[in-house]
Nanobody, 121 residues
């Protein structure tokens, strides 16, 4: 079993940056691809991006490509989401997820509880 705890959310002005962290418990962290998702108020949860087991591959939704970067440190059981050039439409609760297959990031085994990011205009 993997437990995931996100941190780093908060209030930021448009154009600013935030880095989210997701700390994982369990010795199987490096066997999972790790995804980030978000859910804006009144909307369905959507895919943001995913990194492979080693962190050598990443894939992003078009809405964040070029602004967001996912990285991971398997020695620390942590995955990160660096968010730059933030826009008000990036406001959402951000979730990390443990994903068995990098090629199918919507098939999630474990979810974190989320951290709120609010971008003011």
């Amino acid at each position: 079993q993997v437990q995931l705890v996100e941190s780093g959310g908060g209030l930021v002005q448009a154009g600013g940056s935030l880095r989210l962290s997701c700390a994982a418990s369990g010795r199987t962290f490096s066997t999972y691809a790790m995804g980030w998702f978000r859910q804006a108020p009144g909307k369905e949860r959507e895919f943001v991006g995913v990194t492979s087991y080693s962190g050598g591959r990443t894939y992003y939704a078009d809405s964040v490509k070029g602004r967001f970067t996912i990285s991971r440190d398997n020695a620390k059981n942590t995955v990160y989401l660096q968010m730059n050039s933030l826009k008000p439409e990036d406001t959402a609760v951000y979730y990390c997820a443990a994903v068995p297959l990098y090629s199918n990031p919507n098939n999630v085994d474990y979810w974190g509880k989320g951290t709120l990011v609010t971008v003011s205009s």
